[in-house]
């Protein structure tokens, strides 16, 4: 099993910038890909960015050129770092770790961009 916990969203001005975080623990060996998801109010889940065990990323068109996703070395810990801010950017992010026997979902983090 592996558990997520996500942190580091907030409220920020249109423009501002944000890193979230998302640490992993338990059998991060099997894990295949993670990933960054946004669910706004009324609308559908969506996913933001992921990164795969080798290191391939993939963005969604809204997000490419202003976030980018990374991880630590240990690769325990995956980060979403959000420039140029838009207010459309709201939601509830969550992380996710995807295996090949399943995935793990975190409680979410809220980010408020303002106008």
């Known amino acids: 099993q592996v558990q997520v916990v996500e942190s580091g969203g907030g409220l920020v ?3 501002g910038s944000l890193r979230l975080s998302c640490a ?6 099997s894990v295949i ?8 109010p ?7 960015a992921q990164i795969s065990r080798g290191g391939d990323t993939k ?3 809204s997000v490419k050129g202003r976030f980018t ?10 980060y ?8 459309e950017d709201t939601a509830v ?17 809220q980010v408020t961009v303002s106008s």
């Open 69 to 78: 996703i990374s991880r630590a070395n240990a690769k325990d810990t995956v």
């Open 42 to 48: 009324g609308k559908q889940r969506e996913l933001v």
């Open 59 to 61: 963005y969604a068109d």
């Open 93 to 109: 992010y969550y992380c996710k770790s995807s295996r090949a026997d399943g995935s793990t979902w975190g409680q979410g983090t």
């Open 33 to 40: 890909v993670m990933g960054w998801y946004r669910q706004a």
């Open 13 to 15: 001005q249109a423009g």
């Open 80 to 87: 979403l770092q959000m420039n140029s801010l838009k207010p």
């Open 24 to 29: 992993a623990s338990g059998s991060i060996f």
